[in-house]
């Protein structure tokens, strides 16, 4: 993008200027002063590929940590799984001239670190295929096995090909966005059949997923699922503003649909489940930035990357503002507020990058915005976290399901309709329902 070669620049972390020096009769930057924008960490002599900083202010502030709020985030089923990714793809500087994405270096979206062909990129599409198919393999051994030895009266519904699926849709949707970013910077910018093939193999199935989870989940719902509002919880308390309202059931008598698909469908309302879907499609644009990002030519370009990211942002918060995709009370602000944020920011960003001004204050004030959107997300990636662990200690859903159950099993006697998902959320269950000791064969997992 652009026709601009590299300036010369100085990093407030290096022992000199760079010994790189522009052609003749084209524009150069200032060297910086400690912007965390425009500077490249340069050290050395004689043609050093720079090395990015993170956009977050002070070395005490590592890309490191926003991968990994991003990364629990994604484990815990947290709603802001989106904006919490691509805080840790679009925050990193943007330096002309890279020609490869720095993902690579993280190692929670590139566990394995390994190349193909001497590419980075695809090592890391290579890897994280590995990797998930070496979780799902042993989901499905550590199933087996349980099966074999376990007690025949919890072990009946144990499905071994389940947790198999179960374990690469987990790894697959927790290793997204590298898998993502490696895929298309083979696809477009690789030439090597190799690593084309790669490329190809990752964009369709980071390009599937979120179009196949769209469309089970907006065909399952409330057919398989529902949201079930728990009567013991008050709506005013601080439990429901913690935990939230009620926890996810499954309709029948097993819970594998449930099972495999409660990350995407934890923390969203009943009335979108797909919201999911939505996150990973903003992901995947992302992801296709930051990859267009690595092969800039000039500062301009860097621009037109920021001003993506914040478009995308905008659209998100957009959706966001309309559909009110969260359970927890807390979620609508959590959403707003970080998708507002981050589009602020990498405005900001698009407009130094854009002037060429290495000293501009929207740097500064970018820079704060990302750190301040990062602790909230954290944050909202404990809280989500600490829900988890908590309903499970009390046995809030297990309690639920049983109440669902013994729906389930009324509508089939006859006595009542089962699949209206409003009646079911706000059903006024009576102790005697909740419970009940009616319950499938096979332990919930």
Known sequence: VGSTPLPASTSPHSSGPSSKTPPQNTPSIPPATGSPGIDANVTGSGGVTPEPRSLLPGDSVSPVASVGVAALTSVVGGGAAGMAWTLALAGAVCIPGINEPQAHKSRLMNPLQIEVQGSPSAGMVAGNLIVCAVVGIAAFLLAAAIKVIGDASWTEGLSAKGFFFRGVLFSVSLL????????????????????????????????????????????????????????????????????????????????????????????????????????????LVIAFTQTLQAHVVDYTGCAYVKAACATTLVIVLVAVLVLEPGIHRRSKYIYASSAGVEALAFGLMAQGYRIEDPDSRAFDIAAALLCACMVVLGVAAVLDAAAVARGWCMGRRERLQKAAWKQSDEAEAGHVVWGDAQDLSSRDFTASDVNSPTSPSGALT
């Open 176 to 283: 997204f966005p590298g898998l993502a970013l490696g895929a298309l910077d083979c696809l477009i910018f690789h030439s090597e059949a190799p690593l084309v093939a790669l490329g190809t193999i990752g964009t369709l199935l980071c390009v599937s997923m979120p179009v196949l989870l769209f469309k089970v989940l907006a065909a399952s719902i409330p057919e398989k699922a529902v949201y079930m509002n728990d009567p013991e919880t008050t709506a005013d308390t601080w439990v429901a503003w913690w935990l939230g309202p009620g926890e996810w059931v499954s309709t029948r008598h097993n819970v594998q649909f449930l099972g495999l698909l409660s990350p995407f469908l934890r923390s969203q309302r009943q009335a979108v489940p797909w919201y999911g879907a939505l996150e990973l499609t903003s992901v």
